[in-house]
């Protein structure tokens, strides 16, 4: 295992004896020192499967992206003439990604997918949502996956990517915990179902799912 990797699980150890079990995103990237190589989810590049469906979909609108990270997904959406609302529940990762995206009027914040805010409620054409429910235990999944089809204004999609469960992955370790169509297709409940993609990425590990549903 590579050093990154064990070092982000022992803060993701350390956050689960004390009970604050998403503590740890907050620990990781101050630790890091702004050095993006500390980092093991920044691709430093938005995920291929976004800039996939974009291309696909001529849209624009208000977009709001879920759990930010490093900006990639948000500064690509900008770029392609969405306005975009972008949160993370990391302070620091959301002033990292005003530094980096300077040129942008993204409209970053500090955000909980547990707890949305009220004023985003119904207000998004496009909600994006990019290697964050893997990335959180599965009891806290379960009740922050139901906060995302509520955040989209009428006719507007949810976009979910991240990595699916395959049969080798059954005792998988994480975070990242793969997740299976099963749990994915909840998410979408009461929502049209547009697409369920899955494909291998060239150069990263697993499966990789990507699904979009649309609000009547």
Same mark, same amino acid.
Do not use: C, M
């Given at each position: 295992m590579d050093e990154v990797r064990e070092r982000m699980l022992e803060m993701v #150890? =350390?956050? @689960?004896? !004390? &009970?604050?079990?998403?503590?740890? *995103?907050?620990?990781?990237? #101050?630790?890091?020192?702004?050095? #993006?190589?500390?980092?093991?989810?920044?691709? =430093? &590049?938005?995920?291929? *499967? !976004? %800039?996939?469906?974009?291309?696909?979909? &001529?849209?624009?609108g208000r977009a709001l992206v879920v759990g930010s990270g490093l900006g990639e997904d948000a500064s690509f959406l900008w770029k392609n003439g969405w306005s975009v609302t972008a949160f993370d529940i990391s302070e620091e990762a959301v002033e990292w990604s005003r530094h980096l995206h300077q040129d942008t009027d993204i409209d970053w914040a500090v955000g909980d997918l547990l707890n949305p805010k009220q004023d985003w409620l119904g207000m998004f054409d496009l909600v994006v949502e990019v290697h964050i429910l893997q990335a959180i235990p599965e009891e806290i999944r379960k009740r922050a996956s139901p906060n995302l089809a509520p955040l989209l204004a009428s006719g507007g999609s949810l976009v979910c990517i991240g990595r699916l469960v395959e049969e080798s992955d059954i005792e998988v370790s994480g975070p990242p915990w793969p997740l299976t169509w099963d749990f !994915?297709?909840?998410?979408?409940?009461?929502? @049209? @179902?547009? @697409?369920?993609?899955?494909? *291998?990425?060239?150069?990263? &590990?697993?499966? #990789?799912?990507?699904? %979009?549903?649309?609000?009547?």
């Open positions: #150890r =350390k956050a @689960e004896s !004390l &009970e604050q079990p998403l503590s740890w *995103f907050e620990d990781l990237y #101050r630790h890091s020192k702004r050095d #993006r190589e500390q980092i093991p989810w920044d691709w =430093k &590049e938005p995920h291929p *499967f !976004l %800039v996939e469906w974009s291309n696909e979909n &001529e849209a624009s !994915l297709n909840q998410i979408g409940e009461g929502l @049209e @179902e547009i @697409e369920k993609h899955s494909a *291998f990425i060239p150069e990263t &590990e697993g499966k #990789r799912y990507r699904a %979009v549903w649309k609000k009547a």
